[in-house]
Each structure stands twice: as C-alpha cells, then as structure tokens.
C-alpha cells in the first residue's frame, strides 16, 4: 500500500491527539505567562522604596526577562508537542494491518536493497519479516543477496543509530554499509516537510 494513502488514513486519530496535546501545551504557556506577570509585579512593589525612575528600570528589566523565560517555556511546551504528534504517527503507522507493514516493507527493502550478500536484521517488534517475506525480498531484488538474521539491539555508530531506536521493520547490512527500511527512518525523513505543516496548523502564524 503506498505510505501517502496509510498516512492519510491515520491523519484524522492523530490529529485529535494532537489538539488534545496542544490545548493542554496552550493552556501550560497561559499559566507561565500569568505567573512570570505576577512575578515582575510582585518584584516592582518590592522596589517602590527606591527612586521612581530606578523602580521602572528595574520594572522593565524584570519584565523583559519574565517574557523571555515565558517564551522559552511556551516553545519548548510546542516542541514537546509536536514530539508528542510524531510519536502518536509512528504508533499509528506500526499498529497497520501485518498484510500492510509486509507490502510497504517489500517494496521499501527492493528499492533499497545493496549490491550482493547483506543481512536482513528485523526489529524486535516485526515478526512479520520472516523467511518467507526475505525470499519474497530476494525475488524483487534478484541482483542482491538477503540472508535473514536474528533481531539484535545494537549500539549507535558510524552507521546509524541502534536497532533498538528503530520501529517497525528492518535493516540491509554488510559490512561496509546499513540501510534502514524501518517506519522510524520513514517518518525522520518525512519530519522535516511534515513538521512544518503541522506547525503552521497547530499554531498558525505564531510559529
């Protein structure tokens, strides 16, 4: 199945979540912006004892970086957002029939498929690929060599990050090179076009 339409058809539950989260994000950067106010007020009757034109230097001192710490905290409550958005799609994505998984993870290992023998390493939560998927693989991609191998953890290096930081189906390794056909890597490489989309629908203009 081509990825636009299963992404199309998780939108609708993934954006709910989404405004849930971001109503609850609003109304978080409301009560910090309602508490730094209070805080400069609270710190200019603190300074009446001095000269009038000290206590408004200080005043606006005090009210410019309440601002600031408010907006640092109101776009780090957005980031944890819109994480939290991404995290709901990739839920979604790896929640698809196994019917689908199986399709989208055929046609993405085919088109990225290495010259000669490589490894087919699944991820621990993809029991669909199995001998039956990897020779399935090798009849798309005849020029290459698949050999199924056992899920394993790993560690991040020089070539990628660790198979237990990836969801939802497989690595091609050889010694020399790693490719990814996992909805992770999918959604780090549509993330930077979609985040924008999602911010600007999220938060409008104010992103």
């Not at 989208?104 to 498929?113: I, V, Y």
């Not at 490589?118 to 290459?144: G, H, M, N, R």
């Not at 959604?187 to 104010?206: K, M």
Request: one cysteine or more.
């Amino acid at each position: 199945m081509n990825i636009d339409s299963i992404l199309a058809r998780i939108a609708e539950d993934a954006a709910a979540q989404c405004e849930q989260r971001l109503a609850e994000a609003n109304a978080q950067a409301a009560q910090i912006a309602q508490t730094a106010e209070a805080g400069a007020q609270t710190a200019q009757a603190q300074m009446a004892v001095k000269t009038k034109a000290q206590a408004q230097e200080n005043h606006r001192r005090a009210m410019a970086t309440a601002k600031l710490e408010a907006r640092k905290e109101a776009l780090a409550l957005r980031r944890q957002t819109l994480d939290a958005c991404f995290d709901t799609l990739l839920e979604a994505l790896c929640a698809q029939p196994v019917e689908t998984l199986a399709a989208w993870g055929l046609a993405a290992g085919a088109k990225a498929a290495l010259q000669g023998p490589q490894q087919v390493i699944p991820c621990k939560d993809s029991p669909w690929v199995t001998a039956a998927f990897v020779q399935k693989l090798q009849t798309a991609a005849p020029e290459s060599r698949f050999t199924l191998a056992a899920p394993q953890a790993g560690t991040r290096d020089a070539f990628g990050p660790a198979m237990s930081d990836s969801r939802c189906g497989f690595v091609l390794q050889t010694p020399n090179a790693r490719v990814y056909c996992t909805m992770t890597a999918l959604l780090n490489g549509l993330r930077p076009d979609l985040e924008g989309e999602a911010s600007a629908l999220l938060y409008g203009a104010q992103h």
